[in-house]
């Protein structure tokens, strides 16, 4: 399971991170600063969204 999540965790990771950059470009903060930080939160929050999908397709299996 833990290949599965890895391989998603790229795609996931990709989405949450871009999704977080365009959320604090849309609200105007468009200093390095904040780009960064929304970019760091988005690939850490993909890697146990990345978990959890995984070990659902695991279940369905």
Do not use: C, E, F, H
Not at 32 to 51: E, M
């Amino acid at each position: 399971m833990i290949r599965l999540a890895a391989m998603l965790y790229s795609l996931i990771a990709t989405a949450v991170a871009g999704s977080a950059v365009i959320a604090v470009l849309a609200a105007g903060m468009i200093s390095s600063a904040a780009i960064i930080y929304a970019a760091a939160t988005g690939a850490v929050v993909a890697a146990p969204v990345s978990w959890l999908v995984a070990k659902r397709l695991y279940q369905d299996a």
